[in-house]
């Protein structure tokens, strides 16, 4: 059975940094990072494809220049480095992984990993 487990989300003050692991089993084509807020609808923070010219990274505009999406494929793990961290950062971030096999698309998630940002 395929499982995402997080780690590293916790509490900081403005400014500071956090690094987000996700342990997966398996190989996956697209992994990324979404994030969701109180009272807001879940959101696409990066993202990582491999491709033939090799891995391709996507991420919202929210976070340019801050965040930083890398995965080890030999240890089946994505990394999503946060510096620079604002208030409006804080959410639930959670892991996702797809592939398709068959032509039928397989999408998995992780439980979700607090961060909140604040004084």
């Known amino acids: 059975q395929v499982q995402l487990v997080e780690s590293g989300g916790g509490s900081v003050q403005p400014g500071g940094s956090l690094r987000l692991s996700c342990a997966t089993s398996?190989?996956?084509?697209?992994m990324g990072w979404f994030r969701q807020a109180p009272g807001k609808q879940r959101e696409l923070v990066a993202a990582i494809t491999s491709g033939a010219s090799g891995a391709t990274t996507n991420y919202a505009d929210s976070v340019k220049g801050r965040f930083t999406i890398s995965r080890d494929n030999t240890k089946n793990t994505l990394y999503l480095q946060m510096n620079s961290l604002k208030p409006e950062d804080t959410g639930v971030y959670y892991c996702?992984?797809?592939?398709?096999?068959?032509?039928?698309?397989?999408?998995?998630w992780g439980q979700g990993t607090q961060v909140t940002v604040s004084s």
């Open positions: 996702n992984a797809n592939k398709t096999v068959g032509g039928i698309r397989y999408n998995y």
């Open positions: 398996g190989s996956f084509y697209a």
